[in-house]
């Protein structure tokens, strides 16, 4: 795990040595999203709500932006299961890298995006051993894996610092076999960005 710490330095060390030496635009986020389950992990965990900080970096002669997030996912369960009084929870912690391109960089930003990095997951939930389907245990533990998001969406200027932005995900955090499926949604949501020195 030390090595993605690692890589996420090294982005923003080149992202800040980047704006040294060309125009750029220094961009602080912080989003809300609604996630919506795809898969058979709706079956147990229908919905989810995130928070995410993020750091951007927009290069303002070829429209890319460096980005580097760090969030906060709760899912909550499906009211069609049953965890019969069991105290499940699932959570993950996101550390993602990537960036956007802007197809303009005016008053209106419509972007496309692409992250990447990992997810720290805490959680205890029912899950059904495929050597025996109707016997159900509870697994917990925290453990780190894979992540991607892919997306779209417009940030708007509302003054010359702030903008409101839109945007919707594709998201997949990938799991073992054995937990029985991966974690894949669909997530939409809203933000607040300031753009720093202006």
């Known amino acids: 795990m030390k090595k993605f710490y690692y890589i996420i330095v090294l982005i923003m060390i080149y992202s800040l040595s980047f704006a040294q030496t060309?125009?750029?635009?220094?961009?602080?986020?912080?989003?809300?999203?609604?996630?919506?389950?795809?898969?058979?992990?709706?079956?147990?965990?229908?919905?989810g709500s995130a928070l995410y900080l993020s750091y951007e970096n927009i290069s303002t002669t070829n429209q890319f932006s460096y980005m580097f997030q760090v969030g906060y996912i709760n899912f909550k369960e499906n009211p069609n299961y049953n965890f019969e009084?069991?105290?499940?929870?699932?959570?993950i912690i996101p550390l993602q890298v990537g960036g956007r391109y802007y197809i303009t960089l005016q008053t209106i930003r419509p972007f496309l995006l692409a992250m990447t990095g990992i997810?720290?997951?805490?959680?205890?939930?029912?899950?059904?051993?495929?050597?025996?389907?109707?016997?159900?245990?509870?697994?917990?533990?925290?453990?780190?894996?894979?992540?991607?998001q892919v997306g779209l969406g417009v940030a708007v200027k509302l003054f010359s610092n702030l903008q409101l932005e839109v945007l919707a995900n594709y998201n997949s955090h990938v799991l073992d076999a054995?937990?029985?499926?991966?974690?894949?949604?669909l997530e939409i949501g809203a933000g607040l960005n300031w753009t720093l020195g202006n």
């Not at 125009?23 to 602080?28: D, H, P």
């Not at 050597?131 to 509870?138: N, V």
């Open 22 to 47: 060309s125009k750029t635009e220094s961009v602080v986020s912080i989003r809300g999203t609604a996630i919506k389950s795809i898969g058979e992990i709706k079956e147990i965990w229908e919905t």
């Open 85 to 91: 009084g069991n105290d499940a929870y699932f959570n």
């Open 119 to 148: 997810n720290v997951f805490s959680s205890k939930y029912p899950l059904k051993p495929a050597t025996d389907p109707e016997k159900e245990d509870m697994y917990s533990g925290t453990f780190v894996k894979f992540n991607f």
């Open 178 to 185: 054995s937990t029985h499926y991966n974690v894949t949604g």
